[in-house]
């Protein structure tokens, strides 16, 4: 639940009948480039969970179109028994598979990357997600108009704090619409995830993925979302720090994040 | 500003001409034309009282050829109604009409003179100036219009005068102890021409209190401001050393101070939630005020509990001997007050609404209808005499702001507040109030949708008893004695329906008591040098009951190493406090001093030095205050916050006060700021200690402004140069703190301000008004590059602060129009039209960085509140 931002849309809303937006050009200085790591493990149920990818870039200019991807890297995931998952370089420059990933519920893991002389590393814990128990569709009534509302419930574990991550996607979307919930304040309930869109229409698919996350990477998407959304009265977090450590050189630290989830798939198709 | 007062400005510095040979050949000169003339051809200065009539031709002309000084003031001396007496190189000017003398006394038999000075509708005006000729001395009036001073036995003239008030001059004859109640009329309402009166609008040159601002109700109306909202709140960004976030934005910022630093008075009470409709209109009802005062530093010691500011808003008192309304109809609210007796000369009530209607447009839409957002203000004030020495007072008001989208979303918010006053005077020299002030804000948020309801506020049960005790004209004190009791309510959570998936849930109330102690005295050392100086000695007790949890290392928040960041530190207990148990407490002594020094009538300087603590702290991190208002106070892990301020200023006025200036350096730090970890989520947390360093902050600056007091065309120039910085280090060698630990600019640094605000009388019909204000654009982050995560591109940002909004300013022009002012009728209307950022500036309330959704590219996007804003309101009183 983030208050900040549904505060935000009714000032927006309130703002809505004055105010204008439009798109201005404003030069802007480019940092040194930076190594991105975007560690990505989901075992998705009913899979073996085999099929991996990681993939490397940095960071670039803000106006550039695409972002520069990282070859040439060595890339190595161990298991606390010391089994090692190598990780390749595809044709896809910045891409790196796996195809003998061994998925194990509550297993930590340790990434090990050399690139450019250094090398980075992190450790996780494979997290278990519990079933999405129902998909509910609703028509509301919101400012004057008519909207389709689906609803994914599930059983939160009332024993330990549960951080998720939902992902909608649907042929309109560019880029899965994100929620990251937190189970603060429904701890052991049965919760529910809302889902809105000026574009579903009967007939439309949508896949959620839906996958419990640890506490500091829920942290860490939620700096990432402030930042790329960047509501007007919220003040961007400063250098989003992940959980990559370099062990050459502490300074020339890496950003993204190196996480592994059990995931939940379920597509509905709206009536 | 046209060049006379340049003129005068270049002789003061430039000191005056050597020849001591005076010729003038004047057609029926002013006072004010003999005077130039003499002080510009000779070193000597005229010296009078402030009273003395300067701008009236005197009858006759006057010519003196090639004469030395004697012989000028025998020439004086002869044809004028004034004694010219030389003195060294001072020149003393006394009117040979009226008392002469000095009176006849023994200096044993002192009496006390006192009185209360109040408009036509029986209000007191505050800081009103009784100025008595024969001593050359005088004194002010406080809140309630009251004064009193400590006179010998004989016979005075006593000026009294008031801004926007026409002067009365009475004859009295103090034999025993006096106390008189006098009524000034409002200046120009019977008077057909604007009339010039000698220093009524000057700067205050002697009183040592400096870095203070008044502004009355009228000149607010005046103001052009958007869609003709006559607006408190947005009045004072005109003032030197005022700012705020931008357009449609609440709180304002003093000195590079924060905006939960104001102390926001109304009648007394504290004001948590200062605006409506999220910042667009201040929750202040013009009409039911009648002034207010600002102060940014020197601040007395009567005040307490903030550091940067306190803004004294005072409610209209009702007439007391007939029934008034007056209101306006505007193109956002309508405005309704009334006023009259409880019971003639005994007591008397005002009552003011005001309401927004634009929702009921919504109304009529068939799509809309469902949805409703509305604002609305109830002021009242009631006084009842109950004896020859004792007064009852009661304040309150009641404010609220809906916005309800279809029943799914709906949030209310707003204050309430109470207050009830015995003023008590034990004899012309002392009185007291006692006050009993009750203030809440509170904050309601239903989702429907998701099927929960939230609840957040903050209530202040407070005790107050001061006392103004008058021992000399030279001599006075303020002292009391205050305790304030604060209830925080961070979170009640309640789901509702059986399939909720919330659970509810109360987070941890906090309690504290806040008493203190002051005295503050007011003393006169000698005709040049005076000194206000004081002491409070604060108190904040944290209470229980509650559950305070305890950290590893005693540390709430610690930091990562590893990766570099802070995070929430683990609690390894919790203590529970009893309700009414001390968790822990904080005491300050907290000093003020203010000191002028005038080296004549029209020029001083002054210095002050206050330091203030403030116990509660609203937890807000964005850009811009929101309405949640979430206050949390001071306790085991959040230190009081301390204010050091230095000030320094220089005040001159021009043309007997026909034009003033007041220059100020300020320089102030703030220890135990509190700051934010990154991404830190203050709302419906319980363990906000895990979010919170401690940091500090430190402003300063240069004020200049420059007023035209009188005549047909009004108004001031104010400059403001500052900087706002702050600074959060790292605890130990091993932590970097927030942004390496550097000072980096506030969010509210303006390096420049310039405000320029006008009125010009054209005729009786027609006052023009107008405003310009020139900002340095905000700090504001601007990413450094970007990098693509898990499919989204992502701005990547630097340092904190680094880069600025584009310059914001716009220029309003109003004009007020009465029709028939000259028919006296008991209907007196006006209309005010208004044109708000007339060249349609775009201002940038924000620029957000994000990708465009269709063409996947990147972008920079401007976010700008107003354009053009034309507005009219119509204003009536009967």
């Known amino acids: 639940m983030n208050l900040y931002k549904r505060i935000s849309y009714l000032m927006i809303l309130a703002v809505f009948f004055t105010s204008c937006e439009d798109v201005i050009d404003i030069g802007l200085e480019t940092a040194e480039p930076r190594l991105v790591i975007d560690a990505n493990i989901a075992w998705v149920k009913g899979t073996d969970g085999s099929q991996q990818t990681i993939r490397l870039s940095t960071t670039t200019d803000y106006y550039a179109s695409e972002v520069p991807p990282v070859s040439g890297a060595v890339i190595l995931i161990t298991n606390s028994a010391g089994e090692e998952f190598h990780f390749s370089e595809t044709s896809e420059a910045g891409r790196y598979d796996c195809d003998h990933f061994v998925p194990v519920l509550g297993e930590d893991y340790r990434l090990a990357i050399v690139s450019n002389g250094q090398t980075y590393t992190a450790t996780e814990k494979l997290m278990d997600t519990p079933a999405i128990s129902a998909v509910e569709q609703e028509n509301i009534t919101f400012f004057g108009e008519e909207w389709i509302r689906l609803t994914l419930y599930y059983q939160d574990d009332p024993e330990v704090d549960n951080f998720y991550l939902s992902e909608a996607n649907a042929s309109f979307l560019t880029a899965p619409a994100r929620t990251l919930i937190s189970d603060e304040l429904s701890q052991g309930n049965q919760a529910r995830v809302d889902y809105l869109d000026e574009n579903l229409e009967p007939g439309i698919e949508i896949v959620f993925s839906f996958k419990s996350i640890s506490r500091r990477f829920f942290h860490y998407m939620t700096l990432l979302e402030e930042a790329s959304s960047g509501g007007p009265f919220s003040t961007p977090p400063a250098n989003i720090r992940g959980n990559i450590v370099n062990q050459t050189d502490g300074g020339e630290y890496a950003l993204g994040y190196f996480r592994l989830s059990e995931v939940e798939t379920v597509s509905y198709v709206v009536e | 500003m046209k060049s006379p007062f340049f003129v005068t400005l270049f002789i003061f510095i430039v000191s005056k001409g050597f020849s001591q040979e005076i010729s003038m050949d004047l057609k029926n000169p002013t006072l004010r034309d003999i005077f130039q003339q003499v002080e510009n051809q000779s070193d000597y200065k005229f010296a009078h009282d402030e009273g003395l009539v300067r701008s009236k031709p005197i009858g006759t002309d006057l010519t003196i050829k090639n004469a030395d000084i004697v012989a000028v003031l025998t020439t004086l001396n002869d044809k004028l109604p004034y004694h010219f007496v030389l003195n060294g190189k001072n020149i003393a000017v006394r009117p040979k009409t009226g008392p002469a003398g000095k009176p006849q006394v023994s200096p044993s038999q002192t009496y006390t003179y006192s009185g209360v000075v109040h408009d036509a509708d029986s209000q007191p005006l505050m800081g009103a100036n009784i100025y008595i000729r024969e001593r050359q001395s005088g004194t002010v009036t406080d809140d309630d219009g009251a004064f009193s001073m400590t006179l010998p036995r004989g016979d005075y003239t006593v000026r009294t005068s008031y801004i926007g008030f026409s002067d009365r001059e009475v004859v009295l004859s103090l034999t025993r102890d006096i106390h008189e109640t006098y009524e000034l009329a409002i200046d120009g309402e019977e008077l057909e021409e604007v009339v010039v009166t000698t220093m009524k609008n000057g700067t205050e040159i002697k ?13 607010m109306k005046r103001m052009p401001v958007v869609l003709g909202e006559p607006d408190l709140l ?3 960004l005109q003032l030197p050393g005022v700012t705020n976030a931008g357009e449609a934005s609440s709180g304002f910022n003093v000195r590079g101070g924060a905006a939960d630093q104001n102390l926001i008075l109304l009648d007394g009470v504290p004001v948590f939630g200062d605006s409506h ?3 667009f209109f201040s929750i202040f009802n013009s009409d039911a005020l009648s002034g207010l005062e600002l102060y940014k530093g020197g601040i007395p010691a009567g005040y307490g509990g903030r550091v940067s500011s306190v803004l004294d808003v005072h409610q209209k008192t009702g007439d007391d001997r007939n029934f008034h309304m007056n209101g306006g109809i505007g193109l956002i609210s309508s405005r309704l007050m009334a006023e009259g007796p409880l019971k003639k000369d005994r007591g008397s009530f005002m009552l003011a609404g005001r309401g927004s209607y634009a929702h009921l447009f919504l109304k009529l839409s068939e799509d809309l209808k469902d949805n409703a957002g509305y604002f609305y203000d109830i002021n009242s004030k009631l006084n009842y005499k109950l004896g020859a020495n004792k007064t009852l007072y009661f304040s309150g008001y009641q404010g609220r702001d809906v916005l309800d989208i279809g029943g799914e979303f709906a949030i209310r918010y707003g204050n309430t507040m109470a207050s009830m006053r015995l003023q008590q005077r034990f004899s012309d020299r002392l009185i007291s109030n006692l006050s009993a002030i009750y203030s809440m804000y509170s904050f309601t948020l239903d989702l429907n949708a998701a099927e929960f309801n939230w609840n957040n506020s903050v209530t202040n049960y407070g005790l107050k008893y001061d006392f103004n005790h008058y021992f000399s004209d030279n001599f006075k004190l303020n002292y009391g004695i205050h305790a304030v009791f604060y209830e925080f309510n961070p979170g009640t959570l309640i789901a509702k329906g059986e399939t909720s998936s919330f659970n509810s849930t109360q987070l941890d109330k906090k309690y504290a008591l806040e008493p203190s102690l002051y005295i503050d005295a007011e003393h006169q050392l000698s005709e040049k040098l005076s000194v206000r100086y004081g002491v409070r000695y604060s108190q904040f007790y944290r209470m229980g009951s509650e559950e305070i949890k305890q950290y590893e290392n005693g540390l709430a928040v610690v930091f990562n190493t590893d990766f570099q960041l802070y995070e929430g530190g683990m609690p390894t207990g919790s203590t529970h406090y009893r309700s009414g148990e001390t968790i822990n407490s904080f005491d300050n002594l907290e000093p003020r001093l203010g000191i002028s020094y005038a080296f004549n009538e029209d020029m001083s300087i002054k210095a002050s030095y206050n330091r203030m603590a403030q116990y509660i702290h609203l937890l807000a991190n964005t850009q811009a205050p929101i309405p ?43 220890q135990n700021r ?3 970890i990154d991404g830190a989520n203050l709302i419906a947390n319980n363990t906000i200690e895990q979010v919170i360093l401690n940091g500090e902050a430190r402003a300063y600056g240069l004020e200049v402004l420059l007023k035209k007091n009188t005549g047909r065309l009004t108004g001031w120039v104010a400059y403001t140069l500052s900087r706002a910085e702050q600074r959060t280090p790292g605890r130990t060698p091993d932590e970097p703190g927030i942004a390496n630990g550097d000072w980096y600019l506030s969010s509210y640094d303006k390096l420049h301000d310039i405000s320029v605000t006008g009125s010009y009388q054209l005729d009786d019909a027609w006052t023009l008004g107008t405003n310009f204000t020139f900002q340095t654009g905000r700090p504001v982050n601007f990413p450094n590059g970007q990098y693509e995560f898990d499919g989204i591109s992502i701005p990547n940002y630097g340092s904190r602060n680094d880069s600025r909004l584009p310059a914001y300013h716009h220029l309003d022009f109003s004009a007020t129009y009465i029709p028939k002012p000259k028919k006296q009728r008991n209907w007196q209307g006006e209309w005010v039209f208004s044109l708000y950022n007339v060249y349609s500036r775009k201002n940038a309330a924000s620029i957000n960085f994000r990708m465009n959704g269709d063409t996947g590219n990147n972008e920079a996007v401007r976010l700008s509140i107003f354009g053009i804003v034309p507005g009219i309101s119509y204003n009536f009183k009967f």
């Open chain 2, 628 to 670: 949640i208002n979430l206050w949390t106070p001071s306790g085991p892990f959040i230190d009081p916050q301390l204010l050091d301020q230095v000030a320094l200023g220089y005040f001159k006025n021009f043309r007997g006060g026909d034009y003033s200036l007041e220059t100020e350096v300020f320089h102030k730090t703030v």
């Open chain 2, 277 to 279: 409709l999220f910042g």
């Open chain 2, 207 to 219: 009183a040592p209190q400096m870095s203070m601002n008044r502004l009355s109700v009228a000149e």
């Open chain 2, 234 to 236: 947005k009045s004072i």
């Open chain 2, 674 to 676: 509190i700051d934010y």
